[in-house]
Each structure stands twice: as C-alpha cells, then as structure tokens.
C-alpha cells in the first residue's frame, strides 16, 4: 500500500529527503550551525526509525527532541539524554565505525564531491574565513553514510572546483541533497543527478550549478513526503523555522 502524500513545501520535502537517510537503528550525529538536520532526525525518530542513536553538537546522546529550536547549539537539546558525548568521544566512535550517517554542510562544493568550510581566496591569503572545518575532513572518510546538504542552491555554492577543499573523499560517490534535487558526486561517472524535486526542471537546475553534470533519460521526480512525515515535521517545528533555511 503506498502511503498517502499530502501538500509539501520544499523545506518539509527537504527535511523528508534528508531523514530517509537515517535507518532505524542506526548512529547518527551532528556538528554545528544545523538545525534542519536536527529536524530531519527527530523527524525519522518519530516516524520510520524510533531506534535510531543521536549524538548531538552539545554534547548528549539521545536528548528529547520536543521541538526545533532556532540555534543548533540550544542547551535544551541537553534535555531528557541519556548520557554526555564529548567531542573526543565522538571521533572515536567514528574511527571505529560506529557512526553511520553524518550531515555535511558546505560553503562551497564542487562536482569531485570536494567541499570547502573554511574560507574564499586561498588558505595564504584567506578573503571572507567561513565557519571552519570542526573536524568535518576527517569524519567525512570515517562514517559509513556522509551526505552533504546544500539548502539554498546555487553557482556560488556549486562550483566546478571548491577555493579550499575542506572535506574530500576519493575513495567513494557522495549524495548531495540541494532544494532543487539530488546528486551524486565524485567517484567514477563523476557528477550526476538522481532526481529533480517537482518544483524544478533540468534547466532550472542547470542554470544554479556551475558545474557539468549527467542526467539520466528517465530522471525521476522527488517523491513528496506522507502525510505522517508532514505532520510530524509540522508538530517538531510549530514555528515553521524551516522554511527560512531552503531555497526551492
């Protein structure tokens, strides 16, 4: 039986995208500045994959998750946890594989699945410094799912080569979620894209990417997410913070 969809915005079809990532069961965990994947996991928690393990910026594990609040770093998100995770304990976590997926965030990416948190210009010469890389290069290569999330897309953040690279991954394709589709990034067959949103096409896309990339003749469209994953993204975030963060 297909489960009924309801009418969606881009932000809560975003947010749907992003929380199919994480399976029941798994390990997840996130770094600063990102509340929408905070949405996304308190969404899977409340929908597909109640036994999933959260490992939050402030330094808990399992809190709450009542609500979306505006910073990721909230201190309530320190509420109701099972225990405190240290930064340390984190990387380690990772390094012996234990962490499945991780949300990456990037001021820039480019079509090898490069990204760049750290600055335009050029590290000797730095213009604007970006946020930092927070130990993202190298828990990129440790977790078993990396996705990279861009929410606003485009050609200044989809660039056919990043300024400074950050993060990078030689060894395998990324999935990149934007408000316009999803790609797969790097490896192989180099840049391509998995499927439009519905309110996109092609061209439109293609007029927000800098760079190259495949698509195949039968590209499908995003589905919309059910009616339960509406009304739990709707319920987590009453005050529609969402729709601030993506473009579409």
């Not at 969404?43 to 505006?70: I, K, M, Q, W």
Request: glycine share 8%; with cysteine.
């Amino acid at each position: 039986m297909t489960a009924m969809t309801v009418d969606a915005t881009p932000a809560e079809t975003v947010v749907s995208l992003l929380a199919r990532e994480i399976e029941d069961g798994s390990v997840v965990a996130t770094g600063v500045a990102s509340p929408l994947v905070i949405l996304a996991i308190a969404v899977a928690r409340a929908t597909h994959a109640p036994g999933l393990t959260y490992l939050a910026c402030v330094g808990s594990l399992d809190p709450a998750l009542p609500e979306l609040y505006p910073s990721s770093e909230d201190l309530r998100y320190l509420d109701g946890r099972s225990a405190e995770v240290s930064i340390a304990d984190l990387f380690d976590h990772a390094r012996r594989g234990r962490v499945d997926t991780v949300f990456f965030g990037a001021a820039e990416v480019d079509p090898a699945g490069r990204t760049n948190m750290t600055a335009s210009g050029s590290l000797e010469k730095p213009r604007t410094k970006f946020p930092g890389v927070a130990g993202a290069a190298t828990l990129r290569q440790w977790v078993k799912n990396p996705v990279l999330l861009v929410p606003r897309q485009s050609r200044r953040n989809l660039v056919p080569q990043v300024q400074v690279a950050t993060t990078r991954d030689p060894s395998r394709p990324v999935r990149l979620i934007s408000d316009l589709g999803t790609f797969e990034l790097g490896g192989p067959r180099g840049a391509r894209l998995l499927s439009r949103h519905p309110w996109a096409t092609v061209d439109g896309i293609a007029e927000r990417t800098g760079f190259e990339f495949a698509v195949p003749d039968a590209l499908p469209v995003t589905s919309l997410p059910d009616a339960r994953t509406v009304s739990a993204i709707r319920a987590l975030d009453p005050r529609n913070l969402r729709d601030a963060l993506v473009g579409g």
